[in-house]
């Protein structure tokens, strides 16, 4: 895929490991600067390294999101370095796998405090500065799991079904500020949060995503023909689907008689709503 994204400078927060560190490497190979947040310092120099290997320019603003003033401070340094701030990947999240009795009000709070407050406030924060320099992505991290509901992972789910209702009001109120927000919803990726208490075994037995794939689901918010599509939840189940069915074809008009035809209604009807996304995944493979 070439530099779609040159010129552009994104803001990663959770960029230490998993999806936000391959949201970092792969925004750099196509040729945007990275801003890399999080709290462990030595894995983000990690992260930095491999965006400076791949030609990108990057710096490190170490913060916690659930934090408003570092959030602030983050985007001050950032545009300091930079000058502007186009994309805003809200990554940054995390779980507790508890029974609800066995979670402590304390932990759901500190599950909460990330995974919402942590969209909220970066959101907020980025926003004016997206107004002032005419526009910008937000694009944030939600969870196929909300779908997929199983034991544990009520808190998680519950944090990550807020992001619905907040990507698609909040895409409605920025459209004419030429800001547009977007959720990603993956099924199970091969990061540190996934694998937490798994054997190998099971790991391959589910067969998780790796973290590059997503990579230009993400980046497609943000060129030319993604800038103006907004308040969508993608359910990233529903479009591996899609995509297992196109072998050999580009276009969502070659393969939307097949989906229609495998797919539940109430999927067919999502993925006719990411048929631009389809469309630019199926074109760039």
Request: with cysteine; proline share 4%.
């Amino acid at each position: 895929m070439n530099k779609i994204l040159e010129g552009k400078t994104a803001l990663i927060t959770g960029s230490s490991q998993g999806i936000g560190k391959a949201l970092a490497i792969g925004f750099a190979k196509m040729g945007a600067n990275i801003i890399i947040t999080g709290r462990n310092q030595e894995n983000m120099e990690k992260t930095l390294q491999q965006v400076e290997e791949q030609g990108g320019k990057g710096i490190i603003v170490p913060g916690n999101v659930q934090n408003y003033d570092e959030v602030q401070n983050i985007i001050t340094i950032g545009k300091e370095k930079f000058t502007h701030i186009d994309i805003l990947i809200n990554n940054a999240g995390f779980s507790r796998l508890k029974p609800i009795h066995k979670m402590r009000v304390e932990q759901f709070e500190d599950i909460l405090k990330t995974n919402v407050l942590g969209v909220y406030n970066c959101s907020h924060a980025i926003v004016p500065h997206m107004m002032e320099i005419g526009g910008g992505t937000i694009v944030n991290t939600g969870s196929a799991i909300i779908s997929s509901p199983g034991p544990r992972w009520s808190a998680y789910s519950m944090s990550k079904s807020a992001l619905l209702g907040f990507t698609e009001s909040l895409g409605i109120e920025l459209k004419g500020n030429r800001i547009n927000v977007n959720t990603i919803m993956p099924g199970p990726v091969n990061t540190p949060l996934f694998r937490m208490g798994m054997t190998e075994d099971m790991i391959k037995a589910i067969g998780p995503m790796a973290p590059e794939d997503l990579v230009p689901y993400y980046a497609f918010f943000a060129t030319d023909q993604g800038k103006k599509v907004t308040g969508l939840n993608v359910d990233m189940n529903i479009c591996k689907s899609v995509m297992e069915m196109g072998d050999n074809l580009n276009q969502w008009s070659e393969i939307k008689e097949i989906a229609q035809e495998k797919l539940k209604p109430e999927s067919f009807k999502a993925a006719k709503k990411y048929r631009k996304l389809i469309n630019f995944i199926l074109q760039n493979n």
